[in-house]
């Protein structure tokens, strides 16, 4: 075989990776969980209904996120989302911030209004339209 010469084999420079920075591997930012705190918190503070779920609002990945969401468009209210199956920091540190088990989580206002049953039930007694309306929430 004959010898590849100072480029190397195929042509490719033996002095490694010296490709424009755009085409180099990148290191996976990834949040800290007093990042992710954090982020929670102006989430909240900054969106008068905010909802942590899996999936997003278009796509829903469970049925308990659909249900919150079908709620809250029935109802004709502006929500921000964030979908927790981004990122495992995400899903673990919404749990820790709000003190609640599962997923989703909705927040009005800065406060903590619970989960898919919480959410229906406040819907059934007309509580949730009150709060909502008394809320900073938008209607669309």
């Known amino acids: 075989r004959a010898s590849a010469g100072a480029r190397g084999w195929r042509g490719f420079s033996e002095s ?3 490709s424009h ?3 180099k591997p990148q290191a996976k930012k990834t949040l800290e969980m007093k990042d992710v705190h954090e982020l ?3 989430d909240v503070k900054e969106n008068p209904v905010m909802v942590y779920m899996k999936g997003t609002p278009n796509m829903p990945q469970c049925g308990f996120s659909n249900q919150v969401v079908q709620i809250l ?3 004709g209210y502006d929500f921000r989302a964030r979908n927790v ?3 495992d920091r995400l899903r673990q540190g919404v749990k820790e911030y709000s003190d609640w ?3 989703p989580q909705v927040y009005v ?3 903590f209004v619970g989960g898919c049953d919480i959410m229906i039930d406040l819907y ?3 509580e949730l339209e009150s709060m909502l309306k008394e809320s900073g929430a938008k209607k669309l």
């Open 16 to 18: 490694g990776f010296d």
């Open 73 to 75: 468009k029935h109802m």
């Open 40 to 42: 929670i918190d102006k």
């Open 109 to 111: 206002d800065g406060d």
């Open 101 to 103: 088990p599962t997923v």
């Open 124 to 126: 059934k007694t007309g």
């Open 21 to 23: 920075d755009d085409f």
């Open 85 to 87: 199956l981004q990122d």
